[in-house]
Structures are given as C-alpha cells and as structure tokens.
C-alpha cells in the first residue's frame, strides 16, 4: 500500500510513460502487481483506489476520476465522505462499476479487489464529528 502523492498513471494502450495522457495522485492506492510499480509510481490500473473527499477535491474526484478509474478498470474505489461519515464503493463488474454501495462508518468494511483488506471503523481513529 501506498499513500499520496504516488503517481498513477493510466495508459490508454502501449504508450510511452511521458505520452500518457491520464495521470492522478489518489490518497490511498493499492497494487497488487509488482510488475506495475516503477520509479514513477505505478503504470496501469491499480487494484484499490481510496480518495479522502474534501470541499475542493470532492466534484473532481467524483465525476473526472471516477470516470478515468472506470475507464482504465479499477478494481475498486472508494469514496470517503469524512463529513457525512458514509463511503461510497464503486465495484469493477460486467464492464463498469454500475451501482455503488454506500455504507456508513460502522462495523468492517472489506475491500472485494484485495479481500485481505479491511478497515474497521470502531478503530479507525476518527473524530466523531470532523471539522
């Protein structure tokens, strides 16, 4: 697991890396193949994308990243509300991520792209109402 800024850098085919066109800093990422990982970050679709939403970065992240993650095959990816205390899970399946799942922060929440990851929300340290 990796934590921002770690470049990730989507290719649309077999391009060279300075002709890559779509290319992000999620917050949290996760790669499950080595083969991926270079001295730039990561080349090619990452298995878990997690982004933290904030005033600025939410309308980017829900609307120009969820489509550039789609578009590429992100396994899956996660939304975080901090305010609103919920997370919205997008799922790679039958060619899109279709219907997201929202669950608020309570209980386990396990990741399907990497089913050994998991974050329990009793003990995930967060402020019970954020700024």
């Given at each position: 697991?990796?934590?921002?800024?770690?470049?990730?850098?989507?290719p649309?085919?077999d391009?060279?890396?300075?002709?890559?066109?779509t290319?992000?800093q999620p917050?949290?990422v996760v790669v499950?193949?080595p083969?991926?990982?270079d001295t730039?970050?990561?080349r090619?679709?990452?298995n878990?994308v997690?982004?933290?939403l904030s005033?600025?970065t939410?309308?980017?992240a829900?609307?120009?990243?969820?489509?550039?993650?789609?578009?590429?095959r992100?396994?899956?990816?996660?939304?975080?509300?901090?305010?609103?205390r919920?997370?919205?899970?997008?799922?790679?399946?039958?060619g899109?991520?279709g219907r997201p799942v929202i669950?608020?922060?309570?209980g386990l929440?396990i990741?399907?792209?990497?089913p050994?990851?998991?974050i329990?929300?009793?003990?995930?340290?967060?402020?019970?109402?954020?700024?």
């Amino acid at each position: 697991m990796n934590v921002a800024p770690f470049d990730v850098r989507l290719p649309d085919a077999d391009e060279a890396n300075d002709e890559i066109i779509t290319a992000v800093q999620p917050d949290i990422v996760v790669v499950c193949d080595p083969a991926k990982l270079d001295t730039y970050g990561c080349r090619g679709a990452p298995n878990l994308v997690i982004e933290v939403l904030s005033p600025s970065t939410a309308a980017h992240a829900q609307t120009v990243k969820l489509a550039a993650y789609e578009r590429h095959r992100v396994t899956e990816y996660w939304l975080v509300h901090p305010t609103d205390r919920v997370v919205t899970v997008y799922s790679w399946a039958n060619g899109g991520y279709g219907r997201p799942v929202i669950s608020e922060f309570e209980g386990l929440l396990i990741t399907n792209a990497v089913p050994t990851i998991s974050i329990d929300w009793a003990v995930a340290g967060l402020p019970e109402n954020p700024p």
